[in-house]
């Protein structure tokens, strides 16, 4: 994320300043800098993707099918677009994935279960702060995941989801935070 900010902040700057006196004080400067990550920050921090394609056409986004199952055995199909979170998808399909950091992988209350190990082997590897947030998931399996970190790709066209009967949301069951 840092070499995204980094490289966002190099062309902000080269944009602000393509030649050596075209900014004529530190004040417009950063002014030029500022209104530029701006227009960057846009797209480096959004993770909802827009209902068309990129390109100006109307056409629909290309979208996967994804089975969420929930604790009691019904199912939900529901389409998904390409680059959308699990957590995203559920939440706008009235899912019951609680999502309580709102995908910031600081709890594990999106936890899911990728039914089928041929799906999972397909996710990219966890990165080390999802498996932290999974030790402390309710009903861990191998094939756990975090849902705000499960990518909707192509390749999971079909992918389905089981939702563990229960999650741990320590802010809310009584967890008291120790001093150090």
């Known amino acids: 994320m840092l070499s995204r900010l980094s490289r966002a902040g190099l062309r902000a700057l080269s944009?602000?300043?393509?030649?050596?006196?075209?900014?004529?004080?530190?004040?417009?400067?950063?002014?030029?800098?500022?209104?530029?990550?701006?227009?960057?920050?846009?797209?480096?921090?959004?993770?909802?993707?827009?209902a068309t394609t990129g390109d100006g056409s109307n056409k629909p986004e290309d979208k996967i099918s994804v089975t969420f199952v929930d604790k009691d055995g019904e199912e939900k199909l529901v389409k998904v677009p390409i680059g959308m979170s699990m957590l995203e998808a559920a939440h706008?399909?009235?899912i019951e994935l609680e999502g309580a950091c709102e995908g910031s992988l600081a709890c594990s209350t999106c936890h899911v279960i990728v039914t089928d190990v041929n799906y999972y082997n397909k996710l990219e590897d966890p990165v080390d702060e999802e498996n932290d947030m999974l030790d402390l998931a309710f009903g861990l399996t191998e094939t756990s995941r975090l849902g705000c970190q499960v990518i909707a790709s192509p390749e999971l066209d079909g992918i389905?989801?089981?939702?563990?009967?229960?999650?741990?949301?320590?802010?809310?069951?009584?967890?008291v935070a120790k001093s150090h």
């Open 15 to 50: 944009q602000a300043r393509p030649g050596q006196n075209s900014v004529p004080s530190r004040s417009h400067e950063v002014e030029a800098i500022s209104t530029s990550m701006i227009r960057a920050g846009r797209n480096l921090f959004c993770s909802i993707t827009n």
């Open 92 to 94: 706008e399909n009235d």
């Open 160 to 175: 389905r989801l089981a939702l563990p009967a229960a999650t741990r949301n320590f802010a809310v069951d009584g967890y």
